[in-house]
């Protein structure tokens, strides 16, 4: 089992920056994939970013290219979004999510472990 702790999320104006955090600890030897999702109120969840773990690769939705990378810090097990020029449309809670399997990405039922998920506000 995978335990994930997010933190960095909070109340920013359009236009503005974050960075989420994800703090992986337990058994992290077996995660191939690091995920960030996220879930506005009244809508599905949707896939934000991923990273294969140890190759570094990435994946992000078309509506943050651009504007978010995602990155990780192997020695830290941490994952972590840097999200810039934030929109009000990217207000939502923020999950992040371990997956095992090989060439898991954008499917949140390719993912095992979630985190409790962190509160992203953007006001116009």
């Known amino acids: 089992q995978v335990q994930l702790v997010e933190s960095g999320g909070g109340l920013v104006q359009a236009g503005g920056s974050l960075r989420l955090s994800c703090a992986a600890s337990?058994?992290?030897?077996?995660?191939?994939?690091m995920g960030w999702f996220r879930q506005a109120p009244g809508k599905e969840g949707e896939f934000v970013a991923a990273?294969?773990?140890?190759?570094?690769?990435?994946y992000y939705a078309d509506s943050v290219k651009g504007r978010f990378t995602i990155s990780r810090d192997n020695a830290k097990n941490t994952v972590y979004l840097q999200m810039n020029t934030l929109k009000p449309e990217d207000t939502a809670v923020y999950y992040c999510?371990?997956?095992?399997?090989?060439?898991?990405?954008?499917?949140?039922?390719?993912?095992?472990?979630w985190g409790q998920g962190t509160q992203v506000t953007v006001s116009s």
């Open positions: 990273i294969i773990w140890n190759f570094g690769h990435t």
């Open positions: 337990g058994r992290t030897f077996s995660t191939y994939t």
């Open positions: 999510a371990t997956s095992r399997r090989a060439g898991a990405a954008g499917r949140s039922d390719e993912y095992e472990n």
